[in-house]
């Protein structure tokens, strides 16, 4: 290559970086505008102002805070949902965890709903059985006379008077009720038991010496039982079969 050949090379060269930078020149507003217009990002100038936070581990350390949890460090009613869930996914033979998790809620809401029916089923049930203490049903028939008062002075009782005014309004149940008591009056008179309101049927069972009164008693205990704790409709023939049980008792007792 000669010197002129070499000139020619180094002037096109300065032509072509001389062009360039003029183009750029003329450009340069309008690629900066379009930067510009392109980057909307705002930037927040305000000052922050640092804090210091100190023995956060003693702050949050209530049961509250406990995100990680293990079978033995949860309460006993997610303990016993994981071991009834287990159970019922091993019995039915279940594939996935999801389908027994939903049988275990289904299997408690209706535990709940049996649990709150038969505590309903029990009050009513004890409601009705207190003596004296209900206006509806059955237990409206029992206090034309205070029988818990009767029980009280059994001794000063004239117990026909109280037997023949129930049996002529049909209230059969109730007259048992006075023959029982009218029972324990003679027996506590021949001196065979110890009258007391807290005493039971097997308590007076068990006091009875002789076999025939014995065995006399616990009959008519049951008649007792049946018809009187157990509210059932007596008839009045049932009656008077139950009737001549008391009355056959109560004059071996004064023979």
Not at 64 to 78: A, H, I, K, Q
Not at 186 to 207: G, R
Not at 224 to 239: K, P, S, T
Request: glycine fraction near 4%; charge should be negative; charged fraction near 25%.
């Amino acid at each position: 290559m000669n010197r002129k050949q070499y000139l020619h090379i180094v002037f096109l060269c300065f032509g072509l970086l001389m062009f360039s930078g003029t183009v750029l020149a003329k450009n340069l507003p309008t690629l900066v505008t379009v930067l510009v217009e392109q980057d909307t990002l705002q930037i927040d100038t305000t000052s922050v102002e640092k804090r210091h936070f100190e023995n956060l581990k003693g702050i949050y350390t209530g049961e509250e805070f406990v995100y990680d949890r293990t079978v033995e460090s949860s309460g006993w009613w997610t303990r016993f949902k994981l071991w009834l869930s287990a159970f019922l996914q091993k019995f039915f033979e279940m594939k996935g965890e999801g389908q027994s998790s939903e049988l275990t809620d289904l299997v408690l809401k209706i535990g709940a709903v049996v649990i709150f029916l038969l505590v309903i089923f029990f009050v009513f049930k004890a409601v009705m059985n207190s003596e004296g203490k209900w206006v509806f049903g059955k237990g409206s028939d029992k206090n034309i006379f205070p029988v818990n008062d009767i029980e009280a002075n059994i001794h000063v009782t004239d117990f026909k008077a109280l037997i023949a005014s129930a049996e002529a309004e049909q209230q059969y149940r109730l007259a048992i009720r006075y023959y029982y008591l009218w029972l324990l009056k003679d027996l506590t008179h021949a001196e065979i038991i110890e009258y007391d309101v807290e005493k039971t049927n097997s308590d007076y069972q068990n006091e009875i010496t002789s076999k025939s009164i014995k065995d006399q008693f616990s009959y008519t205990s049951y008649l007792y039982n049946y018809i009187w704790y157990g509210e059932f409709d007596v008839n009045e023939i049932e009656f008077i079969k139950a009737k001549e049980a008391f009355i056959q008792f109560l004059k071996s007792i004064k023979a």
